[in-house]
């Protein structure tokens, strides 16, 4: 069986390509570094996305970059198409069943195999006369250990199918809270504070992912408010904040359910108090930090991950 030429957008990284080159069926990596570190262009996330992914495609009709195709982005794989390749495998759907975006990555991916992170992308894709298999998906992000601060502080983080709503009431509750609070919201916007008593909110706008991993390391809890829908959403801060040792609190999710976990995932009711539920988190599982690393060694390391998929695609392409 012939190994996979692996293609992915953004900046490479050295220890991330290592893992993944020292699989056998990885033979070689082709990145185009210069993709958009949002994913937008022009306004628009489609047209940016869409835009990087064809510039990545065009490489492979180099001879050195030769097929069969690992893409890390289903829009890689919608380009790969348009430039004439058709043995690849993508990961990843990220689109709502009958939207736009769905649409267009159905007529171009076709029958090639995808890997998704949850049912809720795998059942409907398949369904549609798709090929695709759920992974749980796992990375390794080098975020920091956990070192809690004296405080209780409470991190939110992404921007993609947050729940605005929940964001909002739960800053409410902070600012209205009698014992001290700190509350960061790293999903972008313009960086800003709002201090009330002993409380603290802050907006620190656009971080990169260095900064990033080192606020939310200093958490005592993740809070994951995540919008109702299929849509695979939120796994990154997930395996983040779990790779840091701290447990998360998600909200109801269809692209999460496999990922409820002892210990440290958990389900947060957002109809009721939060900070109450957060907290309650945040005490059940202080001491819990090498437990919850554990977790993420074992079941959502990028090792992992990357074990899981080929075995996957090994079995696949045997009975094929």
């Known amino acids: 069986m012939a190994p996979y030429t692996f293609l992915a957008l953004g900046p490479a990284s050295a220890k991330a390509d ?62 790969l198409r348009l430039t004439g390749r058709k043995d690849f495998v993508v990961t990843g ?32 894709w398949n369904a549609d006369g798709g090929r695709a298999w759920c992974v749980l998906y796992g990375n390794s992000l080098g975020y920091p250990p956990n070192k809690r601060s004296e405080d209780f502080h409470i991190f939110i983080g992404g921007s993609s199918d947050r729940d605005p709503e929940a964001i909002r009431a739960l800053e409410e509750e902070v600012l209205a809270s009698t014992t001290p609070v700190r509350l960061t919201i790293a999903t972008g916007g313009t960086a800003r504070e709002i201090r009330r008593g002993g409380n603290v909110v802050t907006h620190p706008g656009y971080v990169d992912q260095k900064e990033f991993g080192e606020l939310l390391s200093t958490a005592s809890v993740v809070f994951l408010p995540l919008a109702r829908g299929t849509r695979a959403a939120g796994h990154m ?21 496999e990922y409820m976990m002892e210990p440290g995932i958990a389900r947060c009711d957002p109809h009721q108090p939060l900070l109450p539920q957060l907290r309650e988190l945040a005490d059940a599982t202080r001491h819990r930090q090498a437990e919850i690393r554990g977790l993420w060694e074992e079941k959502l390391s990028l090792d992992s991950y990357i074990s899981r998929i080929m075995e996957l695609l090994e079995s696949a392409r045997g009975s094929a």
């Open 18 to 79: 290592a893992s993944w080159i020292s699989h056998p069926m990885i033979k070689a990596i082709c990145q185009y570094e210069g993709a958009a570190i949002t994913g937008k262009r022009w306004g628009s996330r489609i047209l940016g996305i869409g835009f990087d992914a064809l510039v990545l495609a065009l490489k492979t009709l180099s001879p050195s970059v030769s097929g069969p195709y690992f893409a890390t982005n289903p829009w890689i794989g919608a380009a």
């Open 93 to 124: 759907v990220y689109a709502e069943p009958s939207s736009r975006s769905w649409k267009i990555l159905r007529r171009l991916i076709g029958d090639a195999p995808v890997i998704t992170m949850s049912q809720s992308e795998t059942l409907p």
């Open 237 to 257: 801060v997930l395996v983040g904040a779990v790779e840091s040792g701290i447990a998360v609190a998600v909200t109801p999710n269809e692209g999460m359910k």
